[in-house]
Protein backbone atom coordinates (compact mmCIF):
# COMPACT_ATOMS: atom_id res chain seq x y z
CA UNK A 1 0.00 0.00 0.00
CA UNK A 2 1.75 3.23 -0.84
CA UNK A 3 1.69 6.44 1.27
CA UNK A 4 -1.50 7.75 -0.02
CA UNK A 5 -3.38 5.09 0.05
CA UNK A 6 -2.70 4.72 3.62
CA UNK A 7 -3.96 8.05 4.39
CA UNK A 8 -6.98 7.38 2.14
CA UNK A 9 -7.83 4.12 4.22
CA UNK A 10 -7.05 6.20 7.58
CA UNK A 11 -10.64 8.35 6.42
CA UNK A 12 -13.55 6.65 8.13
CA UNK A 13 -16.33 8.40 5.72
CA UNK A 14 -16.27 7.22 2.05
CA UNK A 15 -17.69 10.63 0.98
CA UNK A 16 -14.69 12.58 2.35
CA UNK A 17 -12.39 9.88 1.28
CA UNK A 18 -13.19 10.23 -2.40
CA UNK A 19 -12.84 14.19 -2.37
CA UNK A 20 -9.37 13.86 -0.79
CA UNK A 21 -8.59 11.12 -3.53
CA UNK A 22 -9.59 13.68 -6.72
CA UNK A 23 -7.64 16.23 -4.96
CA UNK A 24 -4.67 14.51 -4.57
CA UNK A 25 -4.91 13.81 -8.41
CA UNK A 26 -5.33 17.41 -8.91
CA UNK A 27 -2.69 18.75 -6.64
CA UNK A 28 -0.07 16.29 -6.66
CA UNK A 29 1.22 16.68 -3.33
CA UNK A 30 4.72 14.46 -1.85
CA UNK A 31 2.98 13.55 1.18
CA UNK A 32 -0.83 13.16 2.60
CA UNK A 33 -1.32 13.44 6.02
CA UNK A 34 -4.44 13.21 7.77
CA UNK A 35 -4.88 15.29 11.00
CA UNK A 36 -5.99 13.71 14.42
CA UNK A 37 -6.36 16.88 16.57
CA UNK A 38 -4.36 15.32 19.37
CA UNK A 39 -1.93 17.26 21.84
CA UNK A 40 1.36 14.84 20.23
CA UNK A 41 0.08 16.14 16.98
CA UNK A 42 0.24 19.62 17.64
CA UNK A 43 3.59 19.90 19.70
CA UNK A 44 4.39 17.74 16.22
CA UNK A 45 3.86 20.18 13.82
CA UNK A 46 5.67 22.65 16.33
CA UNK A 47 8.69 21.93 16.27
CA UNK A 48 8.55 20.45 12.27
CA UNK A 49 7.36 24.36 11.93
CA UNK A 50 10.46 26.02 14.10
CA UNK A 51 12.89 23.51 11.49
CA UNK A 52 11.52 25.17 8.06
CA UNK A 53 10.89 28.36 9.55
CA UNK A 54 7.36 28.42 9.49
CA UNK A 55 7.25 29.45 13.24
CA UNK A 56 9.73 30.58 15.91
CA UNK A 57 9.46 29.33 18.96
CA UNK A 58 8.89 32.16 21.60
CA UNK A 59 10.39 32.68 24.94
CA UNK A 60 8.65 29.04 27.10
CA UNK A 61 9.06 30.57 30.57
CA UNK A 62 7.43 33.66 29.48
CA UNK A 63 4.81 32.34 27.27
CA UNK A 64 4.71 28.76 27.19
CA UNK A 65 2.99 27.15 24.19
CA UNK A 66 3.36 30.54 22.29
CA UNK A 67 5.19 30.57 18.84
CA UNK A 68 5.20 33.72 16.18
CA UNK A 69 4.22 33.22 12.74
CA UNK A 70 4.76 35.80 9.61
CA UNK A 71 3.05 35.83 6.90
CA UNK A 72 4.28 37.42 3.22
CA UNK A 73 4.25 41.26 2.91
CA UNK A 74 1.68 41.29 0.74
CA UNK A 75 -0.56 39.03 2.19
CA UNK A 76 -1.73 40.49 5.40
CA UNK A 77 -5.80 41.00 5.55
CA UNK A 78 -8.97 39.97 3.73
CA UNK A 79 -8.69 40.87 0.30
CA UNK A 80 -12.47 41.76 -0.30
CA UNK A 81 -11.90 42.65 -4.25
CA UNK A 82 -10.75 38.81 -4.75
CA UNK A 83 -13.71 36.76 -2.50
CA UNK A 84 -15.96 35.77 -4.60
CA UNK A 85 -19.31 34.32 -4.59
CA UNK A 86 -20.02 31.59 -7.37
CA UNK A 87 -22.69 30.33 -9.20
CA UNK A 88 -24.79 29.40 -12.50
CA UNK A 89 -26.35 33.21 -12.08
CA UNK A 90 -25.11 36.65 -11.16
CA UNK A 91 -28.40 37.01 -8.91
CA UNK A 92 -26.83 34.61 -6.05
CA UNK A 93 -24.03 36.76 -5.63
CA UNK A 94 -26.54 40.25 -5.50
CA UNK A 95 -25.25 43.84 -5.64
CA UNK A 96 -22.55 43.61 -2.54
CA UNK A 97 -20.70 40.15 -3.47
CA UNK A 98 -17.93 40.20 -6.35
CA UNK A 99 -19.71 37.21 -8.69
CA UNK A 100 -17.94 34.38 -10.56
CA UNK A 101 -19.28 32.46 -13.03
CA UNK A 102 -18.98 28.61 -11.38
CA UNK A 103 -18.17 26.63 -14.65
CA UNK A 104 -15.61 29.77 -15.55
CA UNK A 105 -14.26 29.50 -11.42
CA UNK A 106 -13.30 26.07 -11.50
CA UNK A 107 -12.07 26.26 -14.75
CA UNK A 108 -9.62 28.75 -13.71
CA UNK A 109 -9.15 27.33 -9.97
CA UNK A 110 -8.31 23.75 -11.77
CA UNK A 111 -5.21 25.08 -13.87
CA UNK A 112 -3.92 26.86 -10.41
CA UNK A 113 -4.76 24.23 -8.27
CA UNK A 114 -2.74 21.51 -10.55
CA UNK A 115 0.51 20.05 -9.58
CA UNK A 116 0.29 23.07 -6.72
CA UNK A 117 1.78 20.90 -4.08
CA UNK A 118 4.27 19.13 -5.60
CA UNK A 119 7.21 19.06 -3.20
CA UNK A 120 4.78 19.88 -0.21
CA UNK A 121 2.73 17.94 2.25
CA UNK A 122 -1.42 17.77 1.86
CA UNK A 123 -2.83 18.51 5.30
CA UNK A 124 -6.37 17.13 5.63
CA UNK A 125 -8.24 19.07 8.37
CA UNK A 126 -11.53 17.65 9.31
CA UNK A 127 -13.30 19.61 11.63
CA UNK A 128 -16.67 20.56 13.68
CA UNK A 129 -18.18 24.34 13.99
CA UNK A 130 -19.78 24.60 16.98
CA UNK A 131 -20.27 22.40 20.01
CA UNK A 132 -20.28 18.98 19.69
CA UNK A 133 -24.04 17.28 19.10
CA UNK A 134 -25.99 20.53 18.62
CA UNK A 135 -28.70 21.05 16.05
CA UNK A 136 -26.55 23.55 13.94
CA UNK A 137 -23.24 21.80 14.75
CA UNK A 138 -21.50 21.76 11.16
CA UNK A 139 -18.69 19.38 9.58
CA UNK A 140 -16.34 20.67 7.32
CA UNK A 141 -13.00 19.11 6.09
CA UNK A 142 -9.91 21.66 4.90
CA UNK A 143 -7.44 20.75 2.86
CA UNK A 144 -4.80 22.70 2.56
CA UNK A 145 -0.54 22.99 1.88
CA UNK A 146 0.20 25.34 5.15
CA UNK A 147 1.42 23.89 8.22
CA UNK A 148 0.25 26.88 9.90
CA UNK A 149 -2.75 26.19 8.61
CA UNK A 150 -3.40 23.00 9.86
CA UNK A 151 -2.18 24.50 13.56
CA UNK A 152 -4.55 27.16 13.27
CA UNK A 153 -7.27 25.30 12.50
CA UNK A 154 -6.76 22.56 15.42
CA UNK A 155 -7.31 25.77 17.51
CA UNK A 156 -9.64 27.87 15.98
CA UNK A 157 -12.21 24.77 15.25
CA UNK A 158 -12.75 21.08 17.46
CA UNK A 159 -10.23 19.41 14.84
CA UNK A 160 -9.53 15.94 14.60
CA UNK A 161 -11.30 12.89 15.42
CA UNK A 162 -14.59 14.24 16.87
CA UNK A 163 -15.56 15.52 13.59
CA UNK A 164 -15.68 11.99 11.79
CA UNK A 165 -17.98 11.03 15.04
CA UNK A 166 -19.71 13.79 14.51
CA UNK A 167 -20.17 13.58 10.35
CA UNK A 168 -20.68 9.59 10.73
CA UNK A 169 -21.58 7.94 7.34
CA UNK A 170 -23.27 11.61 6.26
CA UNK A 171 -22.21 13.34 3.28
CA UNK A 172 -22.94 16.47 4.07
CA UNK A 173 -19.68 18.25 4.83
CA UNK A 174 -17.76 21.26 3.53
CA UNK A 175 -15.70 20.76 0.69
CA UNK A 176 -12.25 23.34 1.60
CA UNK A 177 -9.47 22.98 -0.49
CA UNK A 178 -6.55 25.75 0.00
CA UNK A 179 -2.66 26.03 -1.35
CA UNK A 180 -0.82 29.12 -0.58
CA UNK A 181 0.33 28.44 -3.84
CA UNK A 182 3.37 31.02 -4.71
CA UNK A 183 1.76 33.85 -2.41
CA UNK A 184 1.34 35.61 -5.96
CA UNK A 185 -1.71 38.75 -5.20
CA UNK A 186 -2.07 38.36 -9.15
CA UNK A 187 -3.24 34.68 -8.65
CA UNK A 188 -5.01 34.97 -5.27
CA UNK A 189 -8.92 33.86 -5.33
CA UNK A 190 -10.81 33.34 -2.34
CA UNK A 191 -13.93 31.56 -3.89
CA UNK A 192 -17.51 30.15 -2.55
CA UNK A 193 -19.54 27.98 -3.94
CA UNK A 194 -22.92 28.54 -2.02
CA UNK A 195 -25.19 25.21 -3.83
CA UNK A 196 -21.80 23.22 -4.39
CA UNK A 197 -21.19 23.83 -0.11
CA UNK A 198 -17.47 24.40 -1.30
CA UNK A 199 -14.76 26.55 -0.71
CA UNK A 200 -11.81 26.65 -2.72
CA UNK A 201 -8.82 29.08 -1.46
CA UNK A 202 -5.34 29.19 -3.53
CA UNK A 203 -2.47 32.25 -3.13
CA UNK A 204 -3.11 33.09 0.00
CA UNK A 205 -1.80 32.18 3.56
CA UNK A 206 -3.75 35.13 6.01
CA UNK A 207 -6.19 33.93 8.30
CA UNK A 208 -9.00 35.11 6.96
CA UNK A 209 -8.36 33.99 3.30
CA UNK A 210 -6.87 30.15 4.54
CA UNK A 211 -8.68 29.24 7.74
CA UNK A 212 -11.10 27.83 6.51
CA UNK A 213 -13.82 27.33 8.93
CA UNK A 214 -13.68 30.99 9.76
CA UNK A 215 -15.03 33.63 7.98
CA UNK A 216 -15.69 31.45 4.94
CA UNK A 217 -17.89 28.41 6.17
CA UNK A 218 -19.00 30.00 9.45
CA UNK A 219 -20.32 33.16 7.52
CA UNK A 220 -20.58 32.94 4.01
CA UNK A 221 -21.84 29.48 2.79
CA UNK A 222 -23.06 29.20 6.75
CA UNK A 223 -25.33 32.34 6.02
CA UNK A 224 -26.70 30.47 3.00
CA UNK A 225 -27.21 27.53 4.88
CA UNK A 226 -29.17 29.37 7.38
CA UNK A 227 -31.22 30.83 4.75
CA UNK A 228 -32.16 27.26 3.15
CA UNK A 229 -32.94 26.33 6.62
CA UNK A 230 -34.35 28.37 8.30
CA UNK A 231 -31.60 29.69 11.10
CA UNK A 232 -29.23 32.95 11.34
CA UNK A 233 -25.49 32.80 10.73
CA UNK A 234 -23.99 36.13 12.04
CA UNK A 235 -20.94 38.68 12.62
CA UNK A 236 -21.13 38.97 16.41
CA UNK A 237 -19.98 38.42 19.55
CA UNK A 238 -21.72 36.61 22.12
CA UNK A 239 -21.91 37.35 25.66
CA UNK A 240 -23.32 36.35 29.54
CA UNK A 241 -24.16 39.40 32.15
CA UNK A 242 -24.96 38.77 35.35
CA UNK A 243 -25.97 41.37 37.59
CA UNK A 244 -25.60 41.29 41.72
CA UNK A 245 -28.99 39.38 42.08
CA UNK A 246 -28.08 36.63 40.09
CA UNK A 247 -30.12 37.16 37.12
CA UNK A 248 -28.10 36.37 33.84
CA UNK A 249 -28.79 37.34 30.40
CA UNK A 250 -26.82 36.76 26.79
CA UNK A 251 -26.70 39.37 24.45
CA UNK A 252 -25.21 39.13 20.72
CA UNK A 253 -23.29 42.28 19.53
CA UNK A 254 -22.83 43.18 15.69
CA UNK A 255 -19.56 45.46 15.39
CA UNK A 256 -17.72 45.90 12.06
CA UNK A 257 -13.74 44.83 12.60
CA UNK A 258 -11.48 46.70 14.55
CA UNK A 259 -14.07 48.79 16.56
CA UNK A 260 -13.80 46.80 19.74
CA UNK A 261 -15.63 43.68 19.47
CA UNK A 262 -13.45 41.19 21.20
CA UNK A 263 -13.05 43.97 23.73
CA UNK A 264 -17.05 44.27 24.34
CA UNK A 265 -17.30 40.21 24.14
CA UNK A 266 -14.32 40.38 27.18
CA UNK A 267 -15.59 43.28 29.48
CA UNK A 268 -14.59 44.01 32.76
CA UNK A 269 -16.66 45.32 34.36
CA UNK A 270 -15.62 48.66 36.79
CA UNK A 271 -14.83 48.52 40.02
CA UNK A 272 -18.58 49.85 41.39
CA UNK A 273 -20.53 46.79 39.24
CA UNK A 274 -17.67 44.43 40.78
CA UNK A 275 -18.41 45.26 44.44
CA UNK A 276 -22.21 44.69 43.40
CA UNK A 277 -21.28 41.15 41.80
CA UNK A 278 -21.49 41.94 38.81
CA UNK A 279 -20.30 39.43 36.05
CA UNK A 280 -19.29 39.26 32.30
CA UNK A 281 -18.34 35.95 30.59
CA UNK A 282 -17.40 35.40 26.82
CA UNK A 283 -19.21 32.45 24.64
CA UNK A 284 -18.04 34.21 21.50
CA UNK A 285 -16.03 37.03 20.35
CA UNK A 286 -16.63 36.87 16.52
CA UNK A 287 -19.52 34.54 14.94
CA UNK A 288 -22.89 33.67 15.96
CA UNK A 289 -25.12 31.04 14.77
CA UNK A 290 -28.52 31.89 15.67
CA UNK A 291 -31.99 29.42 15.62
CA UNK A 292 -35.69 29.83 17.06
CA UNK A 293 -36.25 26.55 19.63
CA UNK A 294 -39.76 24.82 19.74
CA UNK A 295 -41.04 27.51 22.13
CA UNK A 296 -39.96 30.58 19.30
CA UNK A 297 -37.09 31.65 21.45
CA UNK A 298 -34.21 33.21 19.75
CA UNK A 299 -30.76 30.55 20.95
CA UNK A 300 -27.38 30.89 19.92
CA UNK A 301 -24.04 28.94 19.72
CA UNK A 302 -20.46 30.13 19.11
CA UNK A 303 -19.51 28.01 16.11
CA UNK A 304 -15.85 28.99 17.25
CA UNK A 305 -13.25 26.65 19.41
CA UNK A 306 -10.72 29.83 19.70
CA UNK A 307 -10.36 33.51 19.37
CA UNK A 308 -8.58 35.25 15.71
CA UNK A 309 -7.95 39.05 17.84
CA UNK A 310 -6.45 41.96 16.44
CA UNK A 311 -3.63 42.44 18.98
CA UNK A 312 -2.86 46.28 18.38
CA UNK A 313 -4.24 48.04 21.18
CA UNK A 314 -4.73 44.75 23.17
CA UNK A 315 -3.72 45.72 26.54
CA UNK A 316 -4.65 45.81 30.34
CA UNK A 317 -6.78 48.35 30.04
CA UNK A 318 -8.61 47.75 26.89
CA UNK A 319 -9.04 43.73 27.51
CA UNK A 320 -7.64 42.47 30.78
CA UNK A 321 -8.75 39.28 29.33
CA UNK A 322 -7.89 39.05 26.29
CA UNK A 323 -4.27 39.86 27.73
CA UNK A 324 -4.50 36.62 29.97
CA UNK A 325 -5.76 34.45 26.92
CA UNK A 326 -3.09 35.51 25.07
CA UNK A 327 -0.59 34.23 27.47
CA UNK A 328 0.09 30.66 26.54
CA UNK A 329 -0.42 28.23 23.87
CA UNK A 330 -1.04 31.38 21.43
CA UNK A 331 0.44 31.75 17.82
CA UNK A 332 1.11 35.46 17.60
CA UNK A 333 0.88 36.65 13.52
CA UNK A 334 2.85 39.78 12.28
CA UNK A 335 3.85 41.55 15.49
CA UNK A 336 7.50 42.77 16.50
CA UNK A 337 9.71 39.78 17.26
CA UNK A 338 12.13 41.16 20.03
CA UNK A 339 15.28 39.47 20.40
CA UNK A 340 16.04 38.25 24.30
CA UNK A 341 19.65 38.27 26.10
CA UNK A 342 19.38 34.09 26.43
CA UNK A 343 18.56 33.56 22.61
CA UNK A 344 15.67 33.26 22.87
CA UNK A 345 12.52 35.95 21.88
CA UNK A 346 9.83 37.94 23.56
CA UNK A 347 6.84 39.90 21.38
CA UNK A 348 5.81 43.15 21.37
CA UNK A 349 3.37 45.42 19.89
CA UNK A 350 2.33 49.15 19.93
CA UNK A 351 0.16 50.12 22.80
CA UNK A 352 0.90 47.18 24.76
CA UNK A 353 1.57 46.77 28.29
CA UNK A 354 5.45 45.68 27.61
CA UNK A 355 7.52 48.51 27.52
CA UNK A 356 9.35 49.59 24.08
CA UNK A 357 12.30 48.23 23.33
CA UNK A 358 15.47 49.63 22.50
CA UNK A 359 15.54 47.16 18.70
CA UNK A 360 13.17 44.72 17.72
CA UNK A 361 12.50 42.79 14.69
CA UNK A 362 9.48 44.04 12.92
CA UNK A 363 6.38 42.69 11.30
CA UNK A 364 7.75 42.84 8.35
CA UNK A 365 11.44 40.83 9.08
CA UNK A 366 13.43 44.19 8.95
CA UNK A 367 15.28 45.73 11.98
CA UNK A 368 13.19 48.55 13.76
CA UNK A 369 13.99 50.87 16.63
CA UNK A 370 11.97 53.60 18.27
CA UNK A 371 11.85 56.74 16.18
CA UNK A 372 12.15 54.94 13.02
CA UNK A 373 9.46 55.97 11.37
CA UNK A 374 7.72 52.56 10.84
CA UNK A 375 5.37 50.77 12.91
CA UNK A 376 6.83 47.47 14.46
CA UNK A 377 3.67 45.54 14.34
CA UNK A 378 1.10 45.20 11.31
CA UNK A 379 -1.95 47.35 12.39
CA UNK A 380 -3.76 44.00 11.29
CA UNK A 381 -1.67 41.41 13.60
CA UNK A 382 -2.97 38.83 15.15
CA UNK A 383 -3.13 36.66 17.98
CA UNK A 384 -5.07 32.99 17.60
CA UNK A 385 -5.47 31.57 20.93
CA UNK A 386 -7.86 29.06 22.37
CA UNK A 387 -11.01 29.73 23.61
CA UNK A 388 -10.40 27.84 27.24
CA UNK A 389 -7.68 30.00 27.91
CA UNK A 390 -10.06 32.81 28.27
CA UNK A 391 -10.44 33.27 32.53
CA UNK A 392 -13.94 34.98 31.84
CA UNK A 393 -15.37 31.91 29.76
CA UNK A 394 -19.03 31.34 30.03
CA UNK A 395 -20.11 27.82 31.71
CA UNK A 396 -22.18 27.63 28.52
CA UNK A 397 -19.48 28.03 25.68
CA UNK A 398 -19.86 24.08 24.87
CA UNK A 399 -23.30 23.46 25.76
CA UNK A 400 -24.88 22.17 22.42
CA UNK A 401 -28.53 23.62 23.58
CA UNK A 402 -27.10 27.24 22.83
CA UNK A 403 -28.18 29.85 25.14
CA UNK A 404 -31.51 32.18 24.99
CA UNK A 405 -30.38 35.80 23.54
CA UNK A 406 -32.06 38.47 25.34
CA UNK A 407 -30.69 41.62 23.27
CA UNK A 408 -29.38 42.36 19.86
CA UNK A 409 -26.38 45.56 19.67
CA UNK A 410 -25.49 46.70 16.52
CA UNK A 411 -22.56 49.24 16.34
CA UNK A 412 -19.94 50.91 14.45
CA UNK A 413 -17.10 53.60 14.65
CA UNK A 414 -18.80 56.90 14.17
CA UNK A 415 -17.15 60.40 15.13
CA UNK A 416 -20.32 62.14 15.01
CA UNK A 417 -24.04 62.46 14.22
CA UNK A 418 -24.55 58.46 15.61
CA UNK A 419 -25.41 59.03 19.60
CA UNK A 420 -24.60 57.00 22.27
CA UNK A 421 -27.02 54.59 22.72
CA UNK A 422 -30.50 53.78 21.18
CA UNK A 423 -32.98 51.26 21.09
CA UNK A 424 -35.19 50.02 18.16
CA UNK A 425 -39.09 50.27 18.16
CA UNK A 426 -39.40 46.82 17.27
CA UNK A 427 -37.68 44.01 15.53
CA UNK A 428 -38.86 45.16 11.84
CA UNK A 429 -37.25 48.76 12.79
CA UNK A 430 -33.97 46.92 14.62
CA UNK A 431 -33.53 45.35 11.42
CA UNK A 432 -33.76 48.51 9.45
CA UNK A 433 -31.20 50.16 12.17
CA UNK A 434 -28.49 46.78 11.82
CA UNK A 435 -29.36 47.23 7.69
CA UNK A 436 -28.25 51.09 7.68
CA UNK A 437 -25.21 50.33 10.17
CA UNK A 438 -22.07 52.39 8.94
CA UNK A 439 -18.21 52.55 10.54
CA UNK A 440 -15.18 53.85 9.43
CA UNK A 441 -13.14 51.78 7.90
CA UNK A 442 -10.11 50.31 9.54
CA UNK A 443 -6.70 48.62 8.90
CA UNK A 444 -8.58 44.72 8.82
CA UNK A 445 -9.71 44.68 5.06
CA UNK A 446 -7.02 46.24 3.16
CA UNK A 447 -8.18 49.67 0.79
CA UNK A 448 -8.47 53.13 1.98
CA UNK A 449 -8.75 53.74 5.78
CA UNK A 450 -11.31 56.58 7.56
CA UNK A 451 -13.96 56.45 4.96
CA UNK A 452 -17.60 55.58 6.34
CA UNK A 453 -19.24 52.81 4.72
CA UNK A 454 -22.16 51.00 4.99
CA UNK A 455 -22.54 47.49 6.55
CA UNK A 456 -25.23 45.45 6.96
CA UNK A 457 -25.12 44.15 10.58
CA UNK A 458 -21.62 44.39 10.24
CA UNK A 459 -21.55 41.54 7.74
CA UNK A 460 -21.17 43.26 4.09
CA UNK A 461 -17.78 41.13 3.17
CA UNK A 462 -19.93 38.15 4.64
CA UNK A 463 -22.83 37.50 3.07
CA UNK A 464 -22.71 34.92 1.05
CA UNK A 465 -25.39 34.97 -1.22
CA UNK A 466 -27.79 38.02 -2.54
CA UNK A 467 -28.75 40.77 0.37
CA UNK A 468 -31.60 41.62 -0.66
CA UNK A 469 -32.75 37.35 0.14
CA UNK A 470 -30.20 38.17 3.52
CA UNK A 471 -32.39 40.96 4.76
CA UNK A 472 -36.00 39.04 3.71
CA UNK A 473 -34.47 36.39 5.68
CA UNK A 474 -33.63 38.42 8.61
CA UNK A 475 -37.91 39.97 8.38
CA UNK A 476 -38.89 36.69 8.22
CA UNK A 477 -36.91 35.13 11.30
CA UNK A 478 -39.45 37.43 12.98
CA UNK A 479 -42.64 34.92 12.41
CA UNK A 480 -40.30 31.93 14.05
CA UNK A 481 -39.31 33.89 17.01
CA UNK A 482 -42.69 34.58 19.87
CA UNK A 483 -40.51 37.01 22.23
CA UNK A 484 -38.00 38.75 20.15
CA UNK A 485 -35.14 39.82 21.49
CA UNK A 486 -35.01 43.88 22.18
CA UNK A 487 -32.60 45.50 19.40
CA UNK A 488 -30.18 48.36 20.04
CA UNK A 489 -27.89 50.60 18.67
CA UNK A 490 -24.40 51.99 19.97
CA UNK A 491 -21.60 53.91 19.31
CA UNK A 492 -18.36 54.45 21.88
CA UNK A 493 -16.22 56.74 19.34
CA UNK A 494 -18.36 60.38 19.38
CA UNK A 495 -15.89 62.93 19.36
CA UNK A 496 -15.98 66.55 20.74
CA UNK A 497 -14.99 69.31 18.39
CA UNK A 498 -11.20 69.33 19.41
CA UNK A 499 -11.50 65.65 18.49
CA UNK A 500 -11.37 63.50 21.22
CA UNK A 501 -13.69 60.67 22.45
CA UNK A 502 -16.31 61.80 24.99
CA UNK A 503 -17.11 58.66 25.57
CA UNK A 504 -14.36 56.32 28.19
CA UNK A 505 -15.30 53.22 26.50
CA UNK A 506 -13.83 49.94 27.26
CA UNK A 507 -15.22 48.59 30.93
CA UNK A 508 -17.37 51.63 31.47
CA UNK A 509 -19.05 50.31 28.48
CA UNK A 510 -20.93 48.48 31.19
CA UNK A 511 -22.83 51.54 32.29
CA UNK A 512 -24.59 51.32 29.18
CA UNK A 513 -25.55 47.55 29.20
CA UNK A 514 -27.15 48.06 32.36
CA UNK A 515 -29.05 49.95 30.71
CA UNK A 516 -29.99 47.99 27.75
CA UNK A 517 -30.52 44.99 30.06
CA UNK A 518 -33.32 47.07 32.21
CA UNK A 519 -34.64 47.87 28.95
CA UNK A 520 -35.08 44.51 27.92
CA UNK A 521 -36.79 43.63 31.18
CA UNK A 522 -39.19 46.78 30.96
CA UNK A 523 -36.98 48.42 34.30
CA UNK A 524 -35.57 51.15 32.56
CA UNK A 525 -37.12 55.01 31.41
CA UNK A 526 -36.58 55.98 28.12
CA UNK A 527 -38.06 59.09 25.68
CA UNK A 528 -39.39 58.59 22.46
CA UNK A 529 -36.96 60.34 19.80
CA UNK A 530 -37.02 60.08 15.77
CA UNK A 531 -34.43 57.51 15.80
CA UNK A 532 -35.68 55.20 18.76
CA UNK A 533 -36.24 54.65 22.62
CA UNK A 534 -33.41 56.35 23.98
CA UNK A 535 -32.07 57.07 27.78
CA UNK A 536 -31.85 60.58 29.17
CA UNK A 537 -28.37 61.06 30.57
CA UNK A 538 -29.70 60.76 34.33
CA UNK A 539 -31.06 57.01 33.30
CA UNK A 540 -27.70 55.55 32.45
CA UNK A 541 -25.85 55.04 36.05
CA UNK A 542 -22.86 57.58 36.40
CA UNK A 543 -21.65 56.45 39.92
CA UNK A 544 -18.15 57.01 40.35
CA UNK A 545 -17.90 58.29 36.31
CA UNK A 546 -15.77 61.87 36.04
CA UNK A 547 -18.03 62.39 32.95
CA UNK A 548 -19.84 66.09 33.11
CA UNK A 549 -23.43 66.44 32.49
CA UNK A 550 -23.13 68.55 29.41
CA UNK A 551 -20.88 65.97 27.79
CA UNK A 552 -23.21 63.28 28.42
CA UNK A 553 -26.23 65.61 26.86
CA UNK A 554 -23.47 65.81 23.59
CA UNK A 555 -23.08 61.87 23.62
CA UNK A 556 -27.09 61.32 23.19
CA UNK A 557 -27.81 64.30 20.86
CA UNK A 558 -29.86 64.41 17.66
CA UNK A 559 -29.18 66.94 15.16
CA UNK A 560 -32.08 67.05 12.65
CA UNK A 561 -29.59 68.21 9.82
CA UNK A 562 -27.05 65.69 10.62
CA UNK A 563 -29.32 63.08 10.73
CA UNK A 564 -30.43 64.31 7.06
CA UNK A 565 -27.08 64.57 5.91
CA UNK A 566 -27.25 60.54 7.41
CA UNK A 567 -30.25 59.34 5.08
CA UNK A 568 -28.77 60.56 2.40
CA UNK A 569 -25.32 59.26 2.68
CA UNK A 570 -27.28 55.56 3.62
CA UNK A 571 -28.94 56.20 -0.61
CA UNK A 572 -25.75 54.49 -1.23
CA UNK A 573 -27.17 51.09 -0.02
CA UNK A 574 -30.59 52.00 -1.50
CA UNK A 575 -28.98 52.60 -4.84
CA UNK A 576 -27.10 49.98 -4.36
CA UNK A 577 -30.02 47.31 -4.28
CA UNK A 578 -32.06 49.21 -6.55
CA UNK A 579 -35.46 47.60 -6.70
CA UNK A 580 -34.19 45.08 -4.83
CA UNK A 581 -34.51 46.59 -1.54
CA UNK A 582 -37.23 44.67 0.95
CA UNK A 583 -40.78 46.67 0.80
CA UNK A 584 -40.04 46.65 5.05
CA UNK A 585 -36.74 48.65 4.86
CA UNK A 586 -38.39 51.29 2.22
CA UNK A 587 -41.26 51.69 4.77
CA UNK A 588 -38.78 52.09 7.95
CA UNK A 589 -37.11 54.84 5.87
CA UNK A 590 -40.21 56.80 4.98
CA UNK A 591 -41.34 56.55 8.78
CA UNK A 592 -37.76 57.76 9.57
CA UNK A 593 -38.02 60.87 7.40
CA UNK A 594 -41.84 61.69 8.12
CA UNK A 595 -40.56 61.54 12.61
CA UNK A 596 -37.82 64.00 11.00
Not at 345 to 362: L, N
Request: hydrophobic share 35%; net charge neutral; with cysteine.
Amino acid sequence: MSEHQAALASIPNEHVRRWVEECIKMCQPDKVYVCDGTKEERARFFKEGCETGVFIELNQKKLPGCYYHRSNPNDVARVEHLTFICGPTEDLAGPTNNYWNDKEAYAKLKTLFTGCMKGRTMYVVPFVMGPIGSPLAKVGVEITDSLYVAVSMGIMTRMGKVAWQQLGDSDEFTECLHSVGDCNPERRYICHFPLDNRIWSFGSGYGGNALLGKKCLSLRIASFLGQQQGWMAEHMLLMGVEDGKGDKNYVAAAFPSACGKTNFAMLIPPQKYANEGWKVTTLGDDIVWMWADENGRLRAINPEYGYFGVVPGTNSRSNPNAVKTIQKDTIYTNVALVPLEDGTYDVWWEDSDMPEPKKAIAWDGSEWTPGCGKKAAHPNSRFTAPMHNNPALDPAAEDPAGVPVSAIIFGGRRSKTIPLVYQAFNWIHGVYVGATIGSETTAAATGQVGVVRRDPMAMLPFIGYNVRDYLTHWFKMRKKISDPPRIFCVNWFRKNDQGKFMWPGFGENMRVLEWILNRCKGRAYAQETPLGWMPRPEDINMDGLDLDPKTMQELQSINADDVKSELLSQQELFLKLGGDMPKEMIFQRELLISRL
